[in-house]
């Protein structure tokens, strides 16, 4: 079944079974997940969320599996009474995130692995979805730097080497799930077609700006785990060093348009330097 179709999701459900508070295995910014006591959950979507975003992380998630990556798929989509909904396999395991905490001794083999299976998604072709670079400069057109620095930099951003690889878009530990099967990848709704380079830029900036715990010692892991995590994706991936380089000015621009309030000052370093070196004009 294409992921396009839009099905009524209780009819996939088992007898009787209603989602409640007592079903939530997890809650996310987007979605609670509700165990439907079969070996699948249904991920039911809060109103903020668009329905493109809904039907782009089905299909995605569905692409990335019949390719071969370790991804959670898709099994439907579709609407129960005023709720939207993924129905997926249960993933037995818990997050990166988590692991990680639980054995901090060997974050390192952890980020190595995670470094791996990018590498692996990005070998995979993309198909027809969304540009990733479309996606970078609307974000840069609709962010906050002055309209002669978007107008550069969108620019720029066009003239760059393109990809055709799929690309995760929020590829975090949050969203690496690590189980008897090994790493499984969830969350594909901000997936994109393009070059490797600006996902990777992307996970950079996830794993040193991005949500969660920003005290010093947290920033000095989280700086150290970037540069593993690149040295290790580096190792597996068939990607010139020189287009992270590339690319990280205009991915960074992008990121200001959503950005939490995190670790300013480190952020607007990274950022400023990337212009630098890119010959842009500062911000
Ligand atoms: N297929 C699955 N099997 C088991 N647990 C899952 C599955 N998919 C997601 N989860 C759990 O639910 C949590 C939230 O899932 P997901 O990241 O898809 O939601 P989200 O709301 O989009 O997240 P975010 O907070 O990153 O926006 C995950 O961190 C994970 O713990
Ligand atoms: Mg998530």
């Known amino acids: 079944m294409t992921q396009r179709t839009v099905i009524d ?8 079974w209603r989602p409640d508070a ?17 070996g699948r959950v249904v991920k039911l979507f809060r109103p903020a969320v668009s329905d493109d975003m809904i039907a782009r992380e089905a299909e995605m998630s569905a692409l990335a599996h019949e390719r071969g990556i370790a991804a959670a798929p898709a099994l439907a989509r579709g609407i129960a009474g005023d709720l939207r909904g993924i129905v997926y396999p249960l993933v037995a395991g818990t997050t990166m995130m988590r692991w990680i905490r639980q054995h901090p001794t060997r974050a390192g083999e952890a980020i190595d692995r995670i ?19 479309d996606v970078i400069a609307t974000d840069i057109a609709y962010g906050p730097a002055p309209a002669a620095v978007q107008k550069a930099a969108i620019e720029r951003l066009a003239a760059l080497p393109d990809g055709e690889a799929l690309l995760h878009g929020d590829y975090h530990l949050g969203n690496i799930m690590t189980g008897p099967d090994g790493l499984t990848v969830i969350d594909w709704s901000k997936a994109a077609v393009g070059h490797p380079a600006a996902d990777l830029v992307r996970t950079e900036m996830l794993m040193r700006f991005g949500i969660g715990p920003d005290d010093w010692i947290t920033n000095l892991w989280r700086d150290w785990a970037a540069r593993r995590l690149k ?24 990121w200001l348009r959503a950005r939490s309030a995190g670790r300013n000052r480190a952020f607007r370093a990274y950022l400023d330097a990337a212009m630098k070196r890119a010959g842009l004009p500062p911000l």
Do not use: C, M, N
């Open 231 to 254: 040295r290790s994706y580096l190792l597996a991936a068939d990607v010139d060093p020189a287009a992270i380089d590339r690319y990280r000015p205009f991915v960074a621009l992008a």
């Open 22 to 38: 007592a079903s939530v295995v997890a809650s996310g910014v987007s979605a609670d997940l509700h165990d439907l006591g079969d």
């Open 9 to 16: 999701l209780e009819r996939t459900w088992p007898d009787g």
């Open 115 to 133: 470094a791996t299976a990018q590498a692996a998604i990005h070998k995979a072709a993309g198909g027809a979805g969304r540009r990733l670079k």
